[in-house]
């Protein structure tokens, strides 16, 4: 099982990315995929979450990320509009069995994670 994120970059604020995680291993039918961010010196944050034909935002991002799977590629994909200086972080794709119940924002829920990617959103 692996997962690899790409898309990360530096962009100034009001801007936008395209953030995409490379699941192999498994296919996203059986698992749900989330996205989770982190600064230095603070908790791994849950921005976005896809499983099971819904999805979920945190508060911060909502109407501003949009997660998106393609099944043909098993690529889960993050689209980033209206960057702020506050999303600057290192962003995680992570999986989790699709049958997993509770919430989705805790990072010790999910068995499988990708190796990050900088984003950085400058004023």
């Known amino acids: 099982v692996q997962l690899v994120e790409s898309g990360g970059g530096l962009v100034q604020a009001g801007g936008s990315l395209r953030l995409s995680c490379a699941a192999s291993?498994?296919?996203?039918?059986?698992?749900?995929i989330a996205w989770f961010r982190q600064v230095p010196g603070k908790e791994r944050e849950g921005v976005s979450y896809?499983?099971?034909?819904?999805?979920a935002y945190a508060g911060s991002v909502k109407g501003r990320f949009t997660i998106s799977v393609d099944n043909a590629k098993n690529t889960v994909v993050l689209q980033m509009t209206s960057l702020k200086p506050e999303d600057t972080a290192v962003y995680y794709c992570?999986?989790?069995?699709?049958?997993?119940?509770?919430?989705?924002?805790?990072?010790?829920?999910?068995?499988?994670w990708g190796q990050g990617t900088q984003v950085t959103v400058s004023s």
């Open positions: 992570a999986a989790r069995d699709v049958k997993y119940g509770g919430g989705w924002q805790f990072p010790i829920d999910y068995a499988y």
């Open positions: 291993g498994f296919t996203l039918d059986d698992y749900a």
């Open positions: 896809s499983g099971a034909g819904s999805a």
